[in-house]
């Protein structure tokens, strides 16, 4: 039963066990598959039905072209529901392509007719046909296949095998990472926003680097409740105002009341708590901008006069933002989220200003990410963005497309040597048959909403692209197991919207993934993620000489989900852990005497390769080490976290936690400002730039 939906049974974890599903969690998940299943006794009616239901589909409901020449099509007919001669020796079929054409004709039909045996005696007759001998061009097309009097439909995906690759030109390219809410300037209102992201970008540029790589900025929940992390929006198809610059909002000149509002004593009182806080206020600072902003959209709206139009115009041509604003205006109305509603949507009356205030801050907030990209482009450099795996479970996607979503599961990870217990993401994963018969149109909407402006896009987690990890509900992290997803296809959607749009693919590739997805990546023109941390643990020189030539790669010392280069060097990880209860004293000691070891390899290897260090005590000498040992590689990318040039050791994240850690709140502890006048970032700096431009250590040897 578990085979026929795609749910292994069992997995192999990080030391090559084998670890068990329990009968009782495949049961659960099976049902949250929509399978007819409330125990044991159920299991041989609903392996009938599931073969039953698989039999019916004679024609795929999905057929992958690769650079537009299929293979062939199986057609499957069910013995006994159609005569022989009823098929006749052909089949016929229509195209519909997206660019309006149409293609027409009858399909020859392999004449041997083969039985195949399978479970409780079902036989089928498999068929082959072919689509047109033509190369079919890229995009998304409607077949109709006529057998005898039944018509089946299909979705034909027409894909480059590779994604979109950047020019030749464009090689050994330096890119900063820093969350956007982190950002710190004399000017923002308590958060980084668009405009200080314009501004670091200037800055990246002015020190030889090319790409500025930051975590999603999508909308999320940050009042009632208030959940600000990156990877938990609300939609994957719309943006957080939170990131708006209202200073630059051209309504704030022409709107006294906000004007009068935001000189008032108490407004700058605000803004002085929630600036001046060593941790990002979400509420606090949404609270300031929301006041301003709802000020703002009401007078465009009552103005009539262009504005107003482009408003009205943006959200006609926006996929869902009606409903997203009526969804909106609704939560707030009813002061609940959308599964503890009494009922539908339209049963409550919602405030209009409430509904054209998310419209317009949509729209502000599209303007204001144009502006991020066009001053990239002014300055020769991309955006680096992350797509998120997630949703909010009680947000707007998971409202809208109800149907797609598995709500009696969630997403996490198994246990491993770091998260011991397993990892429990909190997100109810998509139904691999509900995306495929809706022909993937939300998982396209949410690609192109990013890639519109991306440069570079990372998949986070992309093993979720063959499997995930389900964990059904009312069990343990560790009693899950992993549900698989039609790989080619999401890989054939994820290759055409990158050379709709000229964005580079990454995939985040880190922690247990299983060698055929690495094979997929490398064939789909994906790069991978070499990470220093992970690579170094065992074996330093080899590991530092593999990612030197490895050029398909975004090279880094550590990601968002780690700790800063200082704190790993001085084993802080270990005592934060400890201190969370992560791991046991014993662990912790452990971690501290490995990661001694390693110090004392890492300095003598530092060394040996020409860069001075004073000894295993000098965290600002090994970086500078590192990083230029880093920029040396063969690598074609190179992302540096902003935090580690000053050497911080608070991590911006901790997995696994909740409110233990000040997740995703920490601001920058330089300024922009500071940032332009500090001599040790900019001395930093140029050692990279230099090491980039240098010979490679692959070419050294």
């Not at 036989?123 to 039944?150: M, Q």
């Not at 009552?302 to 409903?323: K, N, P």
């Not at 998260?419 to 993937?440: C, I, K, M, S």
């Not at 005592?575 to 791991?583: A, N, P, S, V, W």
Request: negative net charge; glycine residues 8%; proline residues 5%.
């Amino acid at each position: 039963m578990a085979s026929l939906h795609g749910v292994q049974t069992s997995y192999r974890d990080m030391h090559g066990n084998r670890c068990f599903a329990p009968p009782d969690a495949l049961l659960a998940l099976l049902q949250g598959l929509g399978a007819p299943v409330a125990g044991q006794t159920d299991v041989d009616d609903a392996i009938r039905a599931r073969i039953n239901e698989i039999a019916l589909e004679w024609v795929p409901k999905v057929i992958v072209a690769w650079d537009g020449e299929p293979d062939h099509v199986t057609i499957r007919i069910p013995l006994g529901v159609l005569p022989t001669h009823a098929i006749g020796p052909r089949l016929q079929y229509t195209l519909h392509l997206d660019n309006g054409d149409i293609w027409s004709g009858n399909v020859p039909v392999d004449q041997t007719r083969t039985l195949r045996q399978v479970r409780c005696g079902y036989e089928v007759s498999v068929l082959k046909a072919f689509l047109p001998r033509r190369v079919i061009p890229r995009g998304y097309h409607d077949l109709t296949v006529l057998i005898g009097h039944r018509a089946f439909r299909s979705l034909v995906i027409a894909a480059p095998t590779c994604s979109y690759q950047p020019s030749a030109d464009r090689s050994r390219e330096l890119g900063v990472f820093a969350p956007i809410y982190a950002l710190k300037s004399e000017r923002n209102w308590g958060v980084g926003d668009f405009a200080d992201a314009e501004a670091l970008v200037a800055w990246v540029a002015d020190h030889g680097g090319s790409m500025f790589g930051t975590l999603p900025f999508l909308a999320a929940y940050l009042d009632h409740p208030c959940d600000p992390s990156p990877y938990t929006p609300i939609s994957r198809l719309f943006w957080n105002e939170l990131f708006v610059d209202v200073t630059r909002l051209p309504e704030l000149s022409e709107c006294g009341e906000a004007q009068e509002l935001v000189g008032s004593d108490l407004f700058q009182s605000s803004l002085r708590l929630v600036r001046d806080a060593r941790f990002v206020d979400y509420a606090g600072v949404m609270r300031l901008k929301r006041s301003v902003m709802l000020m703002l959209s009401r007078q465009v709206r009552e103005s009539g006069t262009g504005r107003l139009d482009a408003v009205r115009t943006y959200v006609e041509r926006t996929t869902d933002l009606a409903e997203y604003s009526q969804f909106r205006a609704t939560t707030t109305a009813r002061n609940a989220v959308w599964t503890q509603w009494q009922s539908p949507l339209h049963d409550t009356e919602f405030d209009r200003d409430e509904e054209f205030y998310h419209q317009y801050c949509q729209f502000v907030a599209n303007e204001q990410i144009e502006g991020l990209t066009k001053r990239c482009s002014i300055e020769g450099a991309e955006l680096y963005l992350d797509f998120p795996l997630g949703v909010h479970a009680e947000g707007f996607d998971a409202w809208r497309y109800q149907s797609l979503f598995a709500r009696g599961a969630t997403v996490g990870a198994p246990p491993d040597p770091v998260f011991t217990t397993g990892q429990n993401w909190g997100f109810h994963p998509v139904l691999p048959d509900a995306q495929r018969r809706e022909g993937y149109s939300y998982f396209i909407a949410s690609l192109r909403h990013q890639m519109r402006h991306a440069g570079m896009l990372r998949i986070d987690h992309v093993m979720g692209l063959h499997r995930m990890y389900w964990i059904p509900k009312g069990f343990l992290k560790s009693e899950g197991t992993y549900v698989h997803y039609p790989s080619a296809e999401i890989y054939a959607i994820l290759v055409l919207e990158s050379h709709r749009s000229q964005t580079a693919l990454v995939g985040e590739n880190l922690g247990i993934v299983p060698g055929y997805v690495d094979q997929a990546m490398r064939r789909h023109g994906l790069a991978g993620m070499n990470v220093a941390y992970w690579e170094i643990a065992s074996d330093p020189d080899g590991a530092l000489q593999r990612m030197a030539a490895n050029p398909v790669a975004v090279a880094s010392l550590n990601t968002h989900d780690m700790f800063p280069f200082a704190a790993f060097w001085n084993a802080l990880d270990a005592d934060k852990r400890h201190e969370l209860g992560m791991i046991t004293s014993e662990q912790a000691d452990l971690e501290r005497w490995v990661r001694g070891e390693l110090r004392n390899r890492l300095t003598n290897y530092l060394r040996d390769h020409g860069h001075e260090i004073t000894g295993e005590s000098d965290t600002a000498g090994a970086l500078r080490g590192m990083l230029a040992l880093l920029g040396q590689s063969d690598a074609r990318w190179l992302m540096i976290t902003l935090e580690d040039l000053w050497l911080e050791t608070s991590p911006q994240n901790i997995p696994d936690t909740v409110s233990e850690h000040p997740n995703w709140r920490q601001k920058t502890r330089l300024s922009l400002e500071e940032l332009i006048r500090d001599a040790g970032v900019e001395s930093l700096m140029k050692i990279v730039i230099a090491a980039r431009h240098s010979t490679t250590i692959s070419e050294r040897s």
